[in-house]
């Protein structure tokens, strides 16, 4: 009996090795095929190497990548909190259960995903975005606003956070916080058209209409074919019109070439205005 047990301990780990190399085998392959686009042929390899190794986490994830693609939405999730159960602090299955819960709707689960990402890594630049963008969607703009604070705070040369600020500060009416963030992301990138155009567009808002007059000529001198800035600076010079500081003639020239370059709407503008 006693030389026996040597040999079968060595047999139990040779079985035991085996077994574990046969699930990665099954995962290895399941992962190949996924990144193929065979998702149905890498759910069966992803099915047989949990089979065999219960507890293996990244194949429960990359099973549930599988079925995403595959539209099985309900046993993703169910995956996803798997993998999750058995690395808790893994921000890659964290990170795609959040997505996932926000594209079926779920968008407190959503955000729960997200400020546990934010926990986890307070720097994480993506969480706060993704976060700040599911709560515009759930039309809770003020907190989206905080959020986007704490995004620049940490990234201050982001452009993009300061384009969805600013669009933000527009829906609370925080128009000079809009401006704001609108020049700094001229300061960043001086030849952002869409930082022009919409820094013209607050300024308009607020009537400060020879302001949005050089911003307009501006974003037109970078990009001479963009409708939206002629009908805007159309507008402004009809603005302008009162104070002697531009005419109807100016805005009617703007308005033509917008509709020339294809921009809708204006037909009746241009008919009432413009003779």
């Known amino acids: ?26 995962f290895k392959s399941g992962v190949q ?26 194949a429960y994830f990359a099973r549930a990548r599988a079925k995403t693609g595959l539209m099985f939405m309900s046993g993703a999730i169910t995956d996803f909190s798997k993998a999750l159960e058995l690395d808790p602090n893994n921000l890659e299955y964290l990170r795609a259960r959040a997505a996932l819960y926000n594209i079926r709707g779920e968008k407190t689960l959503s955000l729960e995903d ?13 969480a706060y975005r993704s976060k700040a963008e599911l709560l515009t969607s759930m039309q ?14 940490l990234a201050p040369e982001d452009e993009a956070a300061y384009f969805s600020r600013s669009a933000i500060s527009l829906s609370l009416k925080y128009y000079q916080g809009a401006i704001n963030d609108c020049s700094k992301i001229i300061e960043l990138n001086p030849k952002s058209v869409d930082a022009y155009v919409n820094r013209g567009t607050f300024w308009y808002i607020v009537k400060e209409f020879e302001k949005a007059l050089a911003d307009f000529n501006k974003s037109l001198e970078l990009q001479p074919e963009d409708a939206e800035a002629y009908y805007k600076r159309g507008l402004t010079h009809e603005a302008l019109v009162e104070s002697g ?15 020339e370059l294809g921009f809708g709407g204006i037909e009746k503008k241009i008919t009432e205005n413009c003779q």
């Open 114 to 126: 997200y400020d546990k990402l934010i926990v986890l890594n307070p720097k994480d630049i993506e």
């Open 140 to 153: 809770e703009p003020r907190k989206a606003f905080e959020v986007y604070n704490k995004l620049i705070e």
């Open 245 to 259: 500081k531009s005419s109807k003639e100016n805005a009617c020239i703007d308005w033509k070439k917008a509709q």
């Open 33 to 58: 095929k996924y990144e193929k686009g065979e998702y149905s042929q890498a759910l069966v390899d992803l099915d047989k190497a949990i089979e065999l190794k219960p507890d293996y986490a990244e």
């Open 1 to 26: 009996m006693r030389k026996l047990l040597p040999c079968i301990l060595i047999l139990l780990i040779i079985h035991l090795h085996t077994y574990a190399q046969t699930a990665a085998d099954y």
